[in-house]
T-cell receptor, first 113, second 114 residues
Framework: AQSVAQPEDQVNVAEGNPLTVKCTYS??????LFWYVQYPNRGLQFLLK??????LVKGSYGFEAEFNKSQTSFHLKKPSALVSDSALYFC???????????FGRGTSLIVHP | EAQVTQNPRYLITVTGKKLTVTCSQN?????MSWYRQDPGLGLRQIYY???????DKGDVPEGYKVSRKEKRNFPLILESPSPNQTSLYFC?????????????FGPGTRLTVL
């Protein structure tokens, strides 16, 4: 069975500082990895994905994520956080023989002015 | 504007009263799905559909039904709602059924079953 872990319920960072939101996964076969963001009272929005190729994936709003196969991780990063980045972030994985994606529990990112 | 729409956005009902939450997408997407979001549990898939007249169970299908008679619509039906189905529901769609396709989500439906 596939699984996703987001070990931090909440991440706090000061505006202008780099941010990292962690995600580790477990799946048989090649993983298809995604990050989504959810702003208050909104649906999820796609940020970026890893399918194959370069381990560093760039996405929307200046976010990027690094795929690390040996550590089975797909951490979300941004060099300089903005207050407007404050939201709930979800990591998701698809893989193996299943079309059903598995989502993490979500990490609340709070960027302080 | 390309979008996924859901109706209603908010619904309060009572145990046992059948209800339907509609979902529609205008992007000609093949794949559609329903999720529920509960605190501390993230999103869990209820049902998905790879195309018209093709539906399959997700991780938490008990108590729900779906249908896909048209490509653009994918309603979620609760025949006899119970309080444990109180949740935030999201419809989503993607262009194809492939595992590498990202999903587009609707705005959500907050359901309360008393």
């Amino acid at each position: 069975a596939q699984s996703v872990a987001q070990p931090e319920d909440q991440v706090n960072v000061a505006e202008g500082n780099p941010l990292t939101v962690k995600c580790t996964y477990s799946v048989s076969g090649n993983p298809y990895l995604f990050w989504y963001v959810q702003y208050p009272n909104r649906g999820l929005q796609f940020l970026l994905k890893y399918i194959t190729g370069d381990n560093l994936v760039k996405g929307s709003y200046g976010f990027e994520a690094e795929f690390n196969k040996s550590q089975t991780s797909f951490h979300l990063k941004k060099p300089s956080a903005l207050v407007s980045d404050s939201a709930l972030y979800f990591c998701a994985v698809r893989g193996g023989g299943s079309y059903i994606p598995t989502f993490g529990r979500g990490t609340s990112l709070i960027v302080h002015p | 504007e390309a979008q996924v729409t859901q109706n209603p956005r908010y619904l309060i009902t009572v145990t046992g009263k059948k209800l339907t939450v509609t979902c529609s997408q205008n992007m000609n997407h093949e794949y559609m799905s329903w999720y529920r979001q509960d605190p501390g549990l993230g999103l869990r898939q209820i049902y998905y559909s790879m195309n018209v007249e093709v539906t399959d169970k997700g991780d938490v299908p008990e108590g729900y039904k779906v249908s896909r008679k048209e490509k653009r619509n994918f309603p979620l039906i609760l025949e006899s709602p119970s309080p444990n189905q109180t949740s935030l529901y999201f419809c989503a769609s993607s262009l194809r059924q492939g595992k590498g396709n990202e999903q587009f989500f609707g705005p959500g439906t907050r359901l309360t079953v008393l």
